[in-house]
């Protein structure tokens, strides 16, 4: 009964958003009509509110880190790409990329509770087979492709651009499911400051800052942020475990600093070059396991630093007015170290049983990636594209049982080559077709320092075509199809997962079929509106197999194993409304729906919740500067899979999130370069308004409620 309360909650928000928009919009028409407003004004209206933000967000973006917009074209082409704006980001308090994503419709947030990270889910997809970009370079880790999109803030950030099934072939490898692409920020003025601090629940605060200057031929932007918790409370409603007492979650601080500086060169009106590097610290436990699984392995761990270096070059240089060449070179490095612990005081590592270790991982990739477009053919903008990255582990461990494992080493090299071309057919009408090749070779695989793995290679062949109809000045009518894949990762291929399975090291790529259809439009200037039906058909799907496998080293035991599983089919549906609805009240509704089968061995499939809601209202009052803002997100239960073990179930929960927002009325500061006009902000909030006892995998219990307090400035 509570359940079907809160989903029905859930539900009524999102329609009192619609309806509202709807009355709103029906007022405006009213009014337009009174004041005899031309048609040719508003359709103008329209075109220019039809980007979507503000130009002032666009303009900050950094461009050379966009791969589905180059150069001087002015919008997108490929519309089926959603983009979250920064603005977006501090709205709703989403200061991580997994906690950003998640607000778009199709993304759904994943917690890793065993190695306390955050990723997501795209369309059944995981952050693998949807990897993350920063500015168009892949950052995913080396060995097992899961970065931690906890670690990564939003706070110096500019956008995310989202891509779902359907991905520019330029992204290079293994988009199978789609595209996360996190874009820097470039200056726009002589001088641009802007920072913030706030402080919670959990003697949790935080500080950023970031500057910039573009002085025309070049342009310079940094920044910084220091971001900890020490703890986080639980739910009033949460039933104490063995491992886990009531109050404060054992074991859940998490400490995080970056720096970044991008240094540019602007020498005329098209070309641009720039060189980037940011630096990345965390320092976090690991909360142990308190669910009701009477197998689950609890294990003590804390990472005592997980750190991330990337040094990288950009450069777009405009040949002949109708031609381009965009270049791209890149060195990324993760280091991270693992405790684990005998026991719940975290302070002894004495090997006397297999789950207790300390661990090492030394990783490092770099690459490069060439892309040249021309618009000599008429009625198309042909792209090519060649990507290379070369992805280096390294592991050891100095404690461990039986016996201490030396440094062993793993290398896989990467290339891609893809050709994209925009054709426009009719002024409402045009394509993009494109299609991709890419391959891998194991380079080396070391079982131990003196023997090695069988290595060899994979390839695959992506083919796509996309379809675009302009049924009005706003909206497009869309149809896509997309074959994809997936290479495997190192850890796939060649880890026997703590001693509990044997590698596969002639794993195959993962391949799917991706169709969506979909709608998007500007409803009367104010309301962005998007749909979108899908369908992904995934062949050698690789799951790691409950099975009893012979073991080849042990005869008479048996092991599990990563293997192609054959057919896995993801279906669904996204629906999408947000915007400006009556004069002082602004609000957003999606839905996400996907459904999946397993037609190969009916193994049950986790991280995949069946329903999803988002929905706001933010009320601007009649007092100046001062508004309220309220969210809520409904999660229907997903299935979680612990030490691959049996799935167990993560019940549904509603989260329920308010804020209060005071725009200190503008001022301007007088300093030794001239006028400056500064906007201060003040905010505070409850998050879990109502103590929802939730987790997104058993056994790891999220936040209960929770208050802040923060602000912000720029000038």
């Given at each position: 009964?509570?359940?079907?309360?809160?989903?029905?909650?859930?539900?009524?928000?999102?329609?009192?958003?619609?309806?509202?928009?709807?009355?709103?919009?029906?007022?405006?028409?009213?009014q337009?009509?009174?004041q005899?407003?031309?048609?040719?004004?508003?359709?103008k209206?329209?075109?220019?509110?039809a980007?979507?933000?503000?130009?002032?967000?666009?303009?900050?973006?950094?461009?050379l880190?966009?791969?589905?917009?180059?150069?001087?074209?002015k919008?997108?082409?490929?519309?089926?790409?959603?983009r979250i704006?920064?603005?977006?980001?501090?709205?709703?308090?989403?200061?991580s990329?997994?906690?950003?994503?998640?607000l778009?419709?199709?993304?759904s947030?994943?917690?890793?509770?065993?190695?306390?990270?955050?990723t997501?889910d795209?369309?059944?997809?995981?952050?693998?087979?949807?990897?993350?970009?920063?500015?168009?370079?892949?950052?995913?880790?080396?060995y097992?492709?899961y970065?931690d999109l906890s670690?990564?803030?939003?706070?110096?950030?500019?956008?995310i651009?989202?891509?779902?099934?359907f991905?520019?072939?330029?992204y290079?490898?293994?988009t199978?499911?789609?595209?996360?692409n996190?874009?820097?920020?470039k200056?726009?003025?002589e001088?641009?400051?802007s920072?913030?601090?706030g402080?919670?629940?959990?003697?949790?605060?935080?500080?950023?800052?970031n500057?910039?200057?573009?002085?025309?031929?070049?342009?310079?932007?940094?920044?910084?942020?220091?971001?900890?918790t020490?703890?986080?409370?639980?739910?009033?409603?949460?039933?104490p475990t063995?491992?886990?007492?009531?109050g404060?979650?054992?074991?859940?601080?998490?400490?995080?600093?970056?720096?970044?500086?991008t240094l540019?060169?602007?020498?005329?009106?098209?070309?641009e070059?720039?060189?980037?590097?940011?630096?990345?610290?965390t320092q976090k436990?690991?909360?142990?396991?308190a669910?009701?699984?009477?197998?689950a392995k609890?294990?003590?761990?804390?990472?005592?630093?997980?750190?991330?270096?990337?040094?990288?070059?950009h450069?777009y240089?405009?040949?002949?007015?109708k031609?381009?060449?965009?270049?791209?070179?890149?060195?990324?490095?993760t280091?991270?170290?693992l405790?684990?612990?005998?026991?719940e005081?975290?302070?002894?590592?004495i090997?006397?049983?297999?789950?207790?270790?300390?661990?090492?991982?030394?990783d490092?990739s770099?690459?490069a990636?060439?892309?040249?477009?021309?618009?000599?053919?008429?009625?198309?903008l042909?792209?090519?594209?060649f990507?290379?990255?070369?992805?280096v582990?390294k592991?050891?461990e100095?404690?461990?049982y039986?016996?201490?494992?030396?440094v062993?080493?793993?290398?896989?090299?990467?290339?891609?080559?893809?050709?994209?071309?925009?054709?426009?057919i009719?002024k409402?009408?045009?394509?993009?077709?494109?299609?991709s090749?890419?391959?891998?070779?194991?380079?080396?695989?070391?079982?131990t320092p003196?023997?090695?793995f069988?290595?060899?290679s994979?390839?695959?062949?992506?083919?796509?075509?996309g379809?675009f109809?302009?049924?009005?000045?706003?909206?497009?009518?869309?149809?896509t199809v997309?074959?994809?894949?997936?290479?495997?990762?190192?850890?796939?291929?060649?880890?026997?997962?703590?001693?509990?399975?044997i590698?596969?090291?002639d794993?195959?790529p993962?391949?799917?079929?991706?169709?969506?259809?979909?709608?998007?439009d500007l409803?009367?200037?104010?309301?962005?509106?998007?749909?979108?039906?899908?369908?992904?058909?995934?062949?050698?799907?690789i799951?790691y197999?409950?099975?009893?496998?012979?073991d080849p080293?042990?005869?008479?035991?048996?092991?599990?194993q990563?293997?192609?599983?054959?057919?896995?089919?993801?279906?669904?549906?996204?629906?999408?409304?947000?915007?400006r609805?009556?004069?002082?009240?602004?609000?957003?509704?999606?839905?996400?729906?996907?459904?999946?089968?397993?037609?190969?061995?009916?193994?049950?499939?986790?991280?995949l919740?069946?329903?999803?809601?988002?929905?706001?209202?933010?009320?601007?009052?009649?007092?100046?500067?001062?508004?309220?803002?309220?969210?809520?997100?409904?999660n229907?239960d997903?299935?979680t899979?612990?030490?691959?073990?049996?799935?167990y179930?993560?019940?549904?929960?509603?989260?329920i999130?308010?804020?209060?927002i005071?725009?200190v009325p503008?001022?301007?500061?007088?300093?030794?370069?001239?006028?400056?006009?500064?906007?201060?902000q003040?905010?505070?909030?409850?998050?879990?308004?109502?103590?929802?006892?939730?987790?997104?995998?058993?056994?790891?219990?999220?936040?209960?409620?929770?208050?802040?307090?923060?602000?912000?400035?720029?000038?």
């Amino acid at each position: 009964m509570v359940r079907a309360v809160k989903y029905a909650g859930a539900l009524a928000l999102g329609v009192v958003v619609c309806f509202a928009g709807v009355s709103g919009v029906c007022a405006r028409q009213d009014q337009a009509g009174s004041q005899a407003v031309k048609t040719s004004e508003k359709k103008k209206v329209a075109k220019k509110k039809a980007a979507g933000q503000s130009e002032s967000e666009k303009n900050q973006v950094f461009k050379l880190g966009e791969v589905e917009v180059v150069g001087q074209q002015k919008q997108d082409e490929n519309i089926t790409v959603d983009r979250i704006y920064n603005r977006e980001m501090r709205l709703f308090d989403t200061n991580s990329v997994a906690t950003a994503a998640n607000l778009d419709p199709g993304v759904s947030l994943v917690e890793q509770g065993q190695r306390n990270q955050a990723t997501i889910d795209v369309r059944g997809f995981d952050i693998r087979g949807v990897p993350l970009f920063v500015d168009g370079i892949p950052i995913y880790v080396p060995y097992d492709g899961y970065p931690d999109l906890s670690a990564f803030k939003t706070f110096n950030i500019s956008e995310i651009a989202i891509s779902k099934g359907f991905t520019s072939v330029l992204y290079g490898p293994n988009t199978e499911g789609g595209a996360i692409n996190v874009l820097t920020r470039k200056p726009r003025k002589e001088c641009e400051v802007s920072g913030g601090s706030g402080y919670g629940t959990g003697d949790a605060y935080h500080g950023y800052m970031n500057f910039g200057s573009n002085q025309g031929k070049w342009f310079i932007q940094g920044g910084g942020y220091y971001d900890n918790t020490d703890y986080f409370p639980l739910s009033g409603d949460f039933a104490p475990t063995k491992t886990q007492p009531s109050g404060n979650r054992v074991n859940s601080y998490q400490n995080d600093w970056s720096g970044n500086v991008t240094l540019g060169l602007t020498p005329n009106s098209t070309d641009e070059y720039a060189f980037s590097f940011m630096n990345m610290e965390t320092q976090k436990g690991v909360p142990p396991y308190a669910g009701s699984d009477p197998h689950a392995k609890v294990s003590y761990w804390q990472w005592p630093y997980w750190d991330v270096q990337l040094l990288d070059f950009h450069s777009y240089t405009q040949i002949c007015e109708k031609n381009y060449l965009k270049t791209t070179a890149f060195y990324d490095k993760t280091d991270n170290q693992l405790f684990s612990f005998n026991n719940e005081n975290y302070d002894t590592i004495i090997p006397n049983k297999g789950y207790v270790f300390e661990s090492n991982y030394n990783d490092y990739s770099y690459g490069a990636s060439a892309e040249a477009g021309t618009k000599l053919v008429p009625k198309s903008l042909i792209k090519v594209a060649f990507h290379f990255k070369d992805d280096v582990h390294k592991q050891w461990e100095p404690v461990a049982y039986p016996a201490p494992e030396p440094v062993t080493r793993f290398e896989d090299r990467t290339y891609s080559a893809g050709i994209e071309d925009t054709i426009t057919i009719t002024k409402e009408f045009y394509s993009i077709a494109g299609a991709s090749y890419d391959w891998i070779n194991t380079i080396e695989a070391q079982q131990t320092p003196s023997t090695s793995f069988p290595i060899g290679s994979s390839h695959s062949f992506n083919p796509q075509l996309g379809l675009f109809y302009k049924l009005t000045d706003t909206g497009v009518l869309y149809a896509t199809v997309a074959r994809k894949s997936r290479l495997p990762s190192i850890k796939e291929k060649f880890s026997s997962f703590m001693s509990q399975g044997i590698p596969s090291p002639d794993l195959q790529p993962e391949k799917t079929i991706n169709y969506d259809i979909g709608y998007k439009d500007l409803l009367a200037g104010c309301l962005h509106f998007q749909a979108d039906a899908f369908y992904n058909d995934v062949t050698n799907y690789i799951i790691y197999a409950n099975t009893n496998i012979p073991d080849p080293y042990y005869p008479g035991t048996t092991y599990s194993q990563m293997q192609n599983i054959g057919k896995v089919h993801l279906y669904g549906v996204e629906l999408g409304l947000k915007g400006r609805i009556l004069p002082r009240l602004e609000g957003g509704f999606n839905y996400s729906w996907l459904q999946y089968v397993n037609g190969s061995t009916g193994q049950t499939l986790t991280d995949l919740p069946h329903d999803k809601v988002f929905a706001y209202l933010q009320y601007f009052t009649p007092l100046r500067g001062v508004s309220v803002i309220g969210s809520l997100e409904y999660n229907s239960d997903r299935f979680t899979r612990l030490d691959y073990g049996i799935p167990y179930e993560a019940k549904q929960f509603t989260l329920i999130n308010l804020k209060g927002i005071y725009d200190v009325p503008g001022r301007v500061v007088d300093c030794f370069m001239g006028p400056f006009p500064i906007h201060v902000q003040l905010e505070a909030g409850i998050n879990n308004i109502t103590d929802e006892n939730r987790e997104l995998e058993e056994g790891f219990p999220l936040a209960g409620r929770t208050f802040f307090g923060q602000m912000r400035f720029t000038f």
